[in-house]
């Protein structure tokens, strides 16, 4: 019997990448001038799918050694599209914590220069941004606390533009700085699982995971974040009971945190339930897939992408057991629910619609015998 063709790990996998940012006496006061996010749905939209068209241009005409870059690139581009209001609002909260973080060097560069430094963040003036950070530097009365800063701020921007190689060198630099400070960390490690440097993300986040349970403690939801990034990464080097060791601590501890039916929860669930479905273990997938799916369900409703891999997902692993009736009941409703939000040319309802072509290929294989 021929096997479901997965969607793309990440969407198939859906990772909590969040990189906690600072708290306590690594934020500084936290308290951010008035500042306005400048950029506009309209404009964040047109940007990602000028990028998209840019990345993919460059796909095509690239070497091999390339392609991989290039072609995680173009998924966090999508993903980012797959839902562009939520994702922007994710920017701009982003944006406004980053802002508050520079608070953190408050008292080692002048008032006036952080105040216009995160004015001209919050504005998307990169330009300005960069001119702002090397004055900071060159004034600033602890220069390596401030040179850190510099150069994670900079690693954002070049994040947020897809950037990935040049954002992993500017937040090696903070790291080299400043290697007390987990959210740096963090985003480093998020940056080496980007660009398919497991290894590298796994040595990371431990580093993070360590002086988030020296400054929380257990039970902390920056420690969940930790553990369930460490998962999966163990998760894409194919170490599937490692990834579940780590995805089953931080379930545990979101489930104490935020209760039954939070998205956290369910990415929880959905990471564990595709981990036991690469060990083959299909009953055991299904119950989580199961959850994460009515969570999800209560939390966005029927049109939202996340629902709709989660039924993938369900398909896949029904489809694995050969309960081809209970399958198509989920695939179908994926499909349908990406050709609705995504639209029916989108990477991943093209995933789903083959799984779904291949199903009903078996089905009438099965009738015909």
Request: hydrophobic content about 35%.
């Amino acid at each position: 019997m021929s096997r479901l063709r997965n969607l793309l790990r990440h969407s198939i996998l859906v990772f909590l990448v969040v990189s906690p940012l600072c708290h306590g006496g690594e934020t500084g006061s936290g308290d951010v001038r008035d500042v306005h996010i400048g950029l506009s749905l309209h404009q964040y939209e047109a940007r990602l799918k000028r990028w998209e068209k840019e990345v993919e241009t460059r796909f095509v005409k690239a070497q091999a050694n390339d392609r991989q870059h290039l072609e995680a690139q173009l998924h966090a581009i999508q993903g980012r599209l797959q839902d562009t209001k939520r994702s922007y609002q994710e920017h701009a909260e982003d944006l406004t914590k980053r802002i508050a973080q520079l608070e953190s060097i408050q008292g080692q560069v002048p008032v006036e220069l952080l105040s216009l430094t995160q004015q001209a963040l919050a504005n998307g003036d990169i330009q300005q941004v960069d001119q702002l950070l090397h004055q900071m530097e060159t004034q600033a009365a602890n220069a390596d606390k401030v040179k850190a800063e510099a150069s994670y701020q900079r690693c954002q921007i070049a994040k947020d533009e897809i950037r990935y190689r040049q954002a992993f060198t500017l937040c090696q630099r903070a790291v080299q700085l400043a290697p007390d400070r987990t959210v740096y960390l963090s985003d480093l490690a998020d940056l080496s699982h980007s660009l398919g440097e497991y290894k590298k993300a796994i040595k990371y986040h431990e580093l993070a995971l360590a002086n988030d349970l020296k400054l929380f403690g257990e039970g902390h939801p920056n420690v969940a974040i930790n553990r369930n990034n460490l998962g999966a990464a163990w998760d894409s080097l194919g170490q599937y009971k490692n990834a579940i060791d780590y995805y089953e601590q931080a379930l545990a501890s979101d489930l104490k945190t935020y209760g039954e039916d939070h998205p956290d929860v369910a990415i929880d669930r959905n990471n564990l339930g595709m981990a036991w479905y690469a060990l083959g273990e299909y009953k055991k997938a299904i119950a989580y897939l199961a959850q994460a799916l009515a969570s999800d369900l209560k939390a966005y409703g029927e049109d939202d992408p996340q629902v709709a891999t989660y039924r993938n997902n369900l398909g896949s692993a029904w489809y694995a057991l050969g309960e081809y009736k209970k399958a198509n009941a989920y695939l179908e409703q994926a499909l349908a629910g990406f050709e609705k939000v995504l639209g029916a040319n989108h990477p991943n309802t093209r995933g789903v619609r083959a799984n779904y072509q291949q199903l009903l290929t078996d089905i009438q294989a099965k009738e015909d015998k």
